[in-house]
């Protein structure tokens, strides 16, 4: 079969991705599938590898990517630490499902020990990439977080993860090269690592996000978060937040605070919002299909993120996207996505002062249009899959020589 070529003088390439558990579709899923198109729209062939591939990803499927899933076991236990490390454990096995013909390895995440073992293919080998989205947290700065949530298996896993920490220094060495989302995680992974590692540009459906978008909001307002229920993600404090809403000022109008999204954290984040007195004011959306989800961009007056260190966040690019103001902390790679006081606010994270962003977007509606207006354009700009496959590409080319899919 003949294929037209990518860009260039590139030859189209046989281009695995691999990552172990593509769970409810969210940040990493989709921006895995959205490269994923993109390359197969340079016209190379692109396989995704994984073992578990959750029903939530089927549509977003870019059509010619196929999925070769090994449908492997990886919930050993009731504890999602635990489980998580499966994904790593498991990832060797995933060598058998791999193309022997790629041009190239792409691994993401808990995929990284297969560097080791296809680093020793010999001198002809494809060269391996391996996607960094952080250096995982539960080795470096979530650790005491980690282990604090284990109970009496902390006295097994403690001596795991310090092991594993060494382990995983030496297994980001086996790669050709190193990539991820911003310039945030860049530099968080070259202070880990000690190498330096590639930005590659994400995207965003614009087709899916056009369809959505108006300039008309609901009464009453809606402040919106987009997150897996997860300790890092924070919300807890968008709960907080929407409790201090309106404090020691003449009486607001109360928004709805709209949460999407499902994880482990929901029943402690319900418990929260009852405890708080905001319960009627909190709605828990949970899990959103992912043609419905612009819809809820488009009816928020305000998105709202509160994510620790987040080192990019899509859906804070989706909802600026669709025109909403963004509210965010003061931390991580959102500080590189939103311009403060041109496309939102960015602001130390307290529930005051969070709280406080959120009411100054929504008393001055004219600024908040004005800053969706803004976020859009900035976001249009600056963030294209094509672009994305187009890093990788060029990642490749400097890492190794690249050889052709007929080759």
Not at 13 to 37: H, Q
Not at 348 to 375: C, F, H, I, N, W
Request: charged share 25%; glycine share 8%.
């Amino acid at each position: 079969m003949t294929t037209a070529p990518s860009s260039g003088s590139v030859t189209a390439l046989r281009i695995d991705l691999v990552f172990p558990r593509f769970k409810l579709l969210s940040g990493a899923e989709r921006a895995i599938l959205g490269l994923a198109g993109a390359l197969v729209e340079a016209g190379h062939a692109v396989r995704i590898v994984c073992h578990q591939f959750d029903e939530s990803c089927r549509p977003r499927v870019p059509s010619g990517v196929d999925v070769a899933c090994t449908d492997a076991r990886l919930d050993w236990t009731n504890n999602r630490y635990l489980n998580a490390g499966a994904d790593y454990a498991r990832t060797l096995s995933l060598r058998h499902a791999l193309d022997p013909r790629a041009s190239l390895y792409l691994l993401f995440g808990p995929s990284l020990p297969l560097a080791w073992q296809l680093s020793r293919r010999g001198p002809d080998r494809a060269p391996v990439l391996y996607y960094c989205w952080e250096p995982p947290r539960a080795l470096y700065q979530d650790r005491e977080l980690v282990l604090e949530c284990l109970g009496w298996q902390r006295v097994l896993l403690a001596p795991m993860l310090s092991a594993y920490a060494g382990l995983d220094r030496a297994l980001v060495r086996q790669a050709d090269g190193v990539c991820t989302s911003s310039p945030f995680a860049a530099s968080r992974i070259e202070a880990t690592y000690e190498r330096p590692a590639a930005v590659i540009t994400l995207g965003i459906d614009r087709d899916r996000l056009d369809r959505a978008r108006t300039e008309t909001r609901p009464t009453p307002p809606r402040v919106l978060t987009v997150n897996y229920l997860h300790p890092r993600k924070r919300v807890d404090l968008f709960i907080a937040a929407a409790a201090a809403f309106g404090a020691g000022e003449a009486p607001l109008e109360q928004p709805r605070w709209i949460i999407v999204g499902d994880g482990p954290e929901r029943a402690r984040l319900e418990a929260l919002s009852r405890e708080l007195g905001v319960a009627d004011q909190v709605e828990f959306a949970g899990f959103v299909p992912d043609g419905d989800l612009p819809k809820y961009y488009a009816a928020a007056s305000c998105y709202l993120h509160t994510g620790l260190e987040e080192s990019f966040g899509l859906s804070v690019v989706e909802a600026a996207y669709c025109g909403c103001p963004v509210v965010a902390v003061d931390e991580g790679g959102v500080q590189e996505t939103i311009e403060d006081g041109v496309t939102g606010q960015l602001v130390p994270p307290t529930a005051r002062d969070l709280a406080q962003a959120v009411q100054s977007v929504l008393t001055k509606p004219d600024m908040g249009r004005a800053m969706g207006a803004a976020g859009h354009d900035r976001i249009s700009r600056a963030y294209r899959w094509q672009q994305g496959a187009a890093d990788i590409i060029d990642l490749a080319q400097t890492v190794k020589p690249l050889k052709t899919r007929n080759g």
